[in-house]
């Protein structure tokens, strides 16, 4: 049982971290692209920087909207021989209680230090390698 209520909090974490990390990215995208100027649209430094500025700052937007979701996952796995939490809402308001809401955050800053350039290097990747292979497929 307790690896089953891991498997849901981890799958109810994922929708909506994918969710708001794609939708962000494209708000922070055309908000950069914006604040550039049309004077740097195609210009390849540019377009780098704004892909690993957005990828960064939708990776952190997404992480602290999930963010109580992930600490309750993390809190099931740690549960070793006793079941401290008997459920997703259970622990919800077993941590708003002993630990007052901010203790859905704990935590939050070292996640966001890693998960800043994680997301920052894929997307930045991701949108490096779609204009390589979209730019190759004109010519073949």
């Given at each position: 049982?307790k690896k089953?209520?891991?498997?849901?909090?981890?799958?109810?974490?994922?929708?909506?971290?994918?969710?708001?990390?794609?939708?962000?990215?494209?708000?922070?995208?055309?908000?950069?692209?914006?604040?550039?100027?049309?004077?740097h649209?195609?210009?390849?430094?540019?377009?780098?920087?704004?892909?690993f500025?957005?990828?960064?700052?939708?990776?952190?937007?997404?992480?602290?909207?999930?963010?109580?979701?992930?600490?309750?996952?993390?809190?099931?796995?740690?549960?070793?021989s006793?079941?401290?939490?008997?459920?997703?809402?259970?622990?919800?308001?077993?941590?708003?209680?002993?630990?007052?809401?901010?203790?859905?955050?704990?935590?939050?800053?070292?996640?966001?230090?890693?998960?800043?350039?994680?997301?920052?290097?894929?997307?930045?990747?991701?949108?490096?390698?779609?204009?390589?292979?979209?730019?190759?497929?004109?010519?073949?």
């Amino acid at each position: 049982m307790k690896k089953d209520l891991e498997h849901l909090v981890t799958i109810a974490h994922r929708l909506p971290y994918s969710s708001v990390n794609f939708y962000a990215y494209e708000c922070y995208k055309n908000l950069l692209r914006l604040l550039l100027g049309e004077k740097h649209r195609g210009n390849t430094g540019a377009d780098l920087f704004v892909h690993f500025v957005a990828g960064g700052l939708s990776g952190i937007t997404a992480a602290a909207a999930t963010y109580p979701l992930d600490l309750v996952r993390t809190r099931f796995a740690a549960q070793r021989s006793s079941t401290y939490y008997r459920g997703i809402s259970h622990a919800f308001t077993t941590i708003c209680r002993d630990e007052g809401f901010l203790g859905l955050y704990k935590g939050l800053g070292a996640t966001l230090l890693g998960v800043g350039p994680d997301i920052a290097i894929s997307f930045s990747v991701y949108e490096s390698l779609r204009s390589f292979w979209q730019s190759r497929s004109l010519f073949l």
